[in-house]
């Protein structure tokens, strides 16, 4: 069982300080994930190629970019088996996703900056996700499969100047292909243990020479559930899904270029599974242990005993038109984009094998982006951009807890709406009466009623939370070039947002049970503004190094919790933030070693978490987000490849996080918070490393070793401390590759393995009992994935 004690602080300002200062001195630092699409001679296969990338909305070298990155290509992915979030987090310094498996609830973390991950539709996250420069608005949305693609960028810092809303701590920005004149496709099949099968292809090509091309993509992906529910005998936490993406490049002339792109998904698939990490021991709660049959003696093993087995679906569309217009001097840029998704998960609320509750949190969304964007051609004194956007996005959020047994009154809520002393009969004599059958169901109920207890018939209670936003912002950005080696940059963006919500709530159990007030169907309006403006300078010490600085201000609107609400008042705050950065970026050994370094202090105001609710007479809690208090967050990131021999090549990562509370709300306070406390799912340092061996075969191809490891400290998996252990003590990870290439590269056959220790670690800690007033008394947890291994096999043509 992991401890209940926060993480100690291994590394304080002294270290921090000591770590920026002499990584500056020394120009050095950690690794940047394997190179990204590059175009290098075949005699250079001993120098790094070139990185490039599109952080600041045009084509620079990774290495003349004065903000923290990572990236990936394609074959990045392919050769390290990254096929979702959770594995590019392994590889990004300061990157992790709080998830409990599902779409709906995978809250991002960059530098220590947290989301709620409360579930619900209308809360954003504070990193913002970005493909094809089309912004995608909610969790459901964010969590795709990444297959297609060309290049993953993640960006640490705030990125709200270009970037504009809810990028507080970052983004990611992933990049698809554009069909281009040449012939060229893919076939691709894995088949892995849990019985995975994952097929992807995908097929470019010109269809009209010099005017139109196109390209049409497709996944699939089908694997058994890594967790057995003993009391169905059922494998869950499978995983069901298939998307396709088609393209369109249009060239009417030389100086036009218009991309039209559409793209479809499916989920279906089994919801998340919590198992039960631990019980209030107070007696007379409602989940107090009970017996084996409730509390599982290793909450590892990767075993539930649930007597409902959830579904998770999904249906989603996407269209968007990219227009790009060349004139002299300066491009436009418009990029128009329509999103839709129908959403669907069901669970068992209570996690037990006793039918007690099943919560459903069915989703709508329908979203359209508009960006205009001017930018000037490089090569003047200054590189400027301007540009306006729109975003408007409307979500119905349902949140839905059903009450599917009578039994439950007699089995467990007897001694806790109904104590023997308060009617004058002692507990032995109502045991011999239901033995008896005298109040045996359905007459329970009425033998209760008459004893005077509040008995509820048993139904649902629904609520549906309507969000409806228009976000517009109009921002500037201009890169000053003071002399050869030195720039100067300034950018500013406005912002304004209006966020309508309507909610409503029925029920078909009177509220009775659940103890929530009768709300008569309501509405609200709140308006956000914010001005995110960035100051920054970057000085070339020499052709292969560079240092730069930069403050920024990073903003995330407020909104409606949009899930069960006691009361009219359902809105939160806005959160702010500056970051102040220093770093540096160098090319060591003729182009062999690359080495960057980041340094930081953030600000973070009026930190929104998510609190369990529990109005009076109530035995079922909600959950709400609601303000935490303030934070300050010190860290570094350090990331370096070497390419050691023409055969070898290293990498390594350092990330390091000291995230603290300044300030606490009474809310927090009261729940035991206090100034200096950790924060949550943030560890004090990730370190990550790998080494590729790459034998050549002569005519035969080559033949690749590839190893990583990751290893993560001590990591608090909730702000709240309840007794109930809320750490995950620190865990390593190790991944491995065999991958064979034809010497033309157009078969590619890999085996490959993640977590080969199998390793069991806790991802998500949902804690029912971070409310004094909760007669429920149980936490629960999501263990991570076991050990995978699979050969995936690739033809190219």
């Known amino acids: 069982m992991y401890p209940a004690e926060h993480p100690k ?43 490039v990338v599109t952080a600041q909305k045009r084509q620079e070298n990774i290495q003349d970019v004065p903000i923290s990155i990572t990236a990936f290509s394609s074959e990045d992915l392919l050769d390290r088996s990254i096929v979702n979030l959770t594995d590019m987090a392994k590889a ?160 009417p002339r030389d100086t036009v270029e218009i991309i039209l792109s559409a793209d479809y998904r499916e989920v279906d698939q089994s919801t998340r599974t919590y198992d ?39 249906e989603e569309f996407g269209t968007s038109a990219t227009i790009n217009i060349g004139f002299e ?61 729109y975003y408007y996005q409307k979500t119905a959020n349902e949140f839905a807890s059903i009450l599917n047994n009578e039994t439950l009154v007699e089995d467990r809520l007897l001694s806790t709406l109904l104590p023997p002393a308060a009617i004058g009969v002692d507990q032995p004599t109502l045991d011999y009466l239901f033995s008896i059958g005298l109040l045996e169901a359905p007459d329970t109920l009425a033998a209760l009623q008459f004893f005077g207890a509040l008995t509820p018939p048993f139904g649902e209670t629904r609520s549906t939370g309507t969000t409806t936003l228009n976000s517009y912002a109009g921002y500037a950005n201009a890169v000053y070039h003071m002399t050869d080696r030195l720039n100067v940059n300034i950018g500013l963006r406005y912002t304004a947002e209006d966020k309508d919500f309507a909610y409503e709530q029925t029920s078909t159990s009177g509220n009775i049970f659940f103890g929530l007030p009768e709300i008569p169907a309501f509405e609200d309006h709140k308006s956000f503004e914010s ?51 220093i770093g540096s970026k160098s090319t060591f050994l003729k182009g062999r070693m690359q080495v960057n370094l980041a340094g930081y202090l953030m600000t973070w105001k009026n930190v929104q978490n998510i609190f369990s609710d529990v109005p009076d007479g109530s035995v079922i809690p909600f959950f709400q987000v609601d303000t935490a208090g303030d934070i300050e967050i010190k860290g570094v990131e350090l990331e370096t490849i070497f390419q050691v021999t023409p055969e070898l090549q290293a990498r390594a990562s350092l990330g390091i996080v000291d995230a603290k509370f300044t300030s606490v709300s009474d809310r927090l306070a009261d729940l035991g918070g206090a100034v200096g406390d950790p924060v949550e799912n943030v560890p004090n340092f990730t370190i990550s490393g790998g080494l590729t061996y790459t034998l050549e075969l002569g005519n035969s191809g080559t033949l690749t070793i590839s190893g990583n490891v990751e290893h993560r400290d001590d990591t608090p998996l909730t702000t709240v401390r309840t007794g109930v252990p809320n750490v995950q003590p620190a865990y390593t990870l190790f991944d491995a590759a065999l991958i064979y290439k034809t010497a033309s590269e157009n078969l590619t056959v890999q085996f ?21 007033a909760s007669p429920i008394g149980a936490a629960y947890h999501s263990v991570g994935i076991p050990r995978t291994y699979g050969l995936t096999a690739r033809y190219a043509f």
């Open 9 to 51: 602080q291994l590394f304080g300002e002294k270290f921090i300080r000591f770590t920026v200062k002499g990584a500056l001195l020394l120009t050095t630092a950690s690794t940047l994930a394997l190179p990204v699409q590059v175009q290098a001679r075949e005699d250079e296969d001993f120098i790094l190629p070139e990185i």
């Open 276 to 314: 039960i990490a631990g019980f209030n021991t107070v007696p007379g709660t409602l989940f107090a242990p009970t017996g084996p049959a409730e509390v599982d003696d290793d909450p590892f093993d990767r075993n539930i005993s649930q007597d409902f087995e959830g579904q998770e679906t999904l």
């Open 752 to 772: 490959w393995a993640k977590n080969i220790t199998n390793k069991k670690y806790v991802t998500a800690l949902f804690d029912v009992d971070n409310n004094a």
């Open 92 to 251: 990004t310094p300061n990157l992790s996703f709080l998830s409990d498996g599902t779409l709906k609830n995978t809250a991002p973390s960059i530098r220590g900056v947290f989301s709620p991950g409360a579930a619900q539709a209308g809360i954003d996250t504070p990193m913002a996700t970005y493909v094809d420069e089309v912004y995608m608005g909610t969790t459901v949305g964010q969590n795709f499969a990444l297959y297609d693609i060309e290049r993953i960028e993640v960006l640490r810092g705030p990125q709200g100047t270009l970037f504009g809303r809810n990028a507080l701590s970052g983004l990611m920005n992933v990049v698809t292909p554009v069909p281009g004149e040449s012939r060229e496709g893919y076939a691709e099949a894995t088949y892995g243990n849990y019985n995975l099968v994952r097929l992807r292809a995908g097929l470019s090509g010109p269809l009209v020479d010099g005017k139109l091309s196109g390209s049409l993509s497709a996944s699939f992906t089908d694997r058994d559930g890594y967790v057995t529910n003993r009391f169905t005998g059922n494998d869950v936490n499978d995983e069901g899904n298939w998307g396709i993406r088609g393209k369109l490049l249009i060239t």
């Open 531 to 581: 001005f995110t403006p960035a100051f920054g300078f970057d000085y070339d010490l020499s052709d292969t190094a560079m240092v730069y600085g930069k403050a920024a201000r990073g903003f995330k609107s407020g909104g409606f919790n949009d899930g069960f609400t006691s009361n009219s008042d359902a809105a939160f705050g806005e959160e702010t933030l500056w970051n102040y950065e």
């Open 329 to 389: 001097g300066v491009s436009f840029k418009s990029i128009s984009a329509y999103r839709t998704h129908d959403y669907f998960q069901s669970y068992d609320a209570d996690n037990t094998e006793i039918a007690v509750t099943v919560r459903e949190t069915p989703e709508d969304m329908d979203s359209f982006f508009q960006e205009l964007r001017l930018t000037s051609d490089p090569g003047g004194k200054i590189d400027w951009i301007v540009g306006f956007n």
